[in-house]
């Protein structure tokens, strides 16, 4: 199973931008999708996850409203869209496979390499 996440680079603040992680190989096991971001120094955080076969997505807090995640399982493809940045929002993002639908970044087996998203004015 690779997963591999594109998009990233620098964004003006207040602008928005689009990721996207398409999961080749992906197992009959796989369940949910997810995206992750670290920040410089600080720990991985969870943003959103959502079902390849459907249903209510999950979201941070910290997102909720400027960020929407989308997913195709025709194309194993999973789309991270993300207005209103900030310099918070500054960070390596990553895409992750796994069987279940949850926050937590032990439910998930397989990762992206990770993007970088500079949020700068």
């Known amino acids: 199973v690779q997963l591999q996440a594109s998009g990233g680079g620098l964004v003006r603040t207040g602008g928005s931008r689009e990721l996207s992680c398409t999961v080749s190989?992906?197992?009959?096991?796989?369940?949910?999708v997810g995206w992750f971001r670290q920040a410089q120094g600080k720990d991985r955080e969870f943003l959103a996850a959502a079902g390849w076969r459907g249903g209510s997505p999950l979201y941070a807090d910290s997102v909720k409203g400027r960020f929407v995640i989308y997913v195709d399982s025709a194309v194993n493809t999973v789309w991270l869209q993300m207005d209103r940045l900030n310099y918070g929002d500054t960070a390596v993002y990553y895409c992750a496979d796994g069987p279940r639908l949850s926050p937590r970044e032990n439910d998930y087996d397989y990762w992206g390499q990770g993007t970088q998203v500079t949020v700068s004015s």
């Open positions: 190989g992906r197992l009959a096991s796989s369940y949910a």
